[in-house]
Nanobody, 122 residues
Framework: HVQLVESGGGSVQTGGSLRLSCTVS????????MAWFRQAPGKEREAVAA???????THRPSVKGRFTASKGNTKNDAYLQMNNLQPEDTAVYYC?????????????????WGQGTQVTVS
């Protein structure tokens, strides 16, 4: 079965950096979409970034220039480098996966999710 495992969250001061990692297992397709979402307390979940199997990222305007999505050496690994973190970035961050059907950066139909990792900026 499909499983996603995230790591790398934590607490940092304003302006600091964190790098989130995600590994997906149990997939068979060669062109997976992987994406990052976040949910702050009392707010709806929002998309942050996506990466396709070619390594081409999409970033939401609110994080563009500060966050960078990338893929690892295998199609199963994805990363989110977060720089210049701000208090409004505080949230639980989730990694998600789906098969490629439309552009990964449309953030639609992601069906498999990691457990989430807390990012706190103060």
């Amino acid at each position: 079965h499909v499983q996603l495992v995230e790591s790398g969250g934590g607490s940092v001061q304003t302006g600091g950096s964190l790098r989130l990692s995600c590994t997906v297992s149990g997939i068979t397709d060669s062109t997976p979409c992987m994406a990052w979402f976040r949910q702050a307390p009392g707010k709806e979940r929002e998309a942050v970034a996506a990466i396709n199997s070619a390594g081409s990222p999409t970033h939401r305007p609110s994080v563009k220039g500060r966050f960078t999505a990338s893929k690892g050496n295998t199609k199963n690994d994805a990363y989110l480098q977060m720089n210049n973190l701000q208090p409004e970035d505080t949230a639980v961050y989730y990694c998600a996966y789906r098969r490629w059907s439309t552009a990964c950066g449309d953030f639609k139909d992601y069906a498999y999710w990691g457990q989430g990792t807390q990012v706190t900026v103060s």
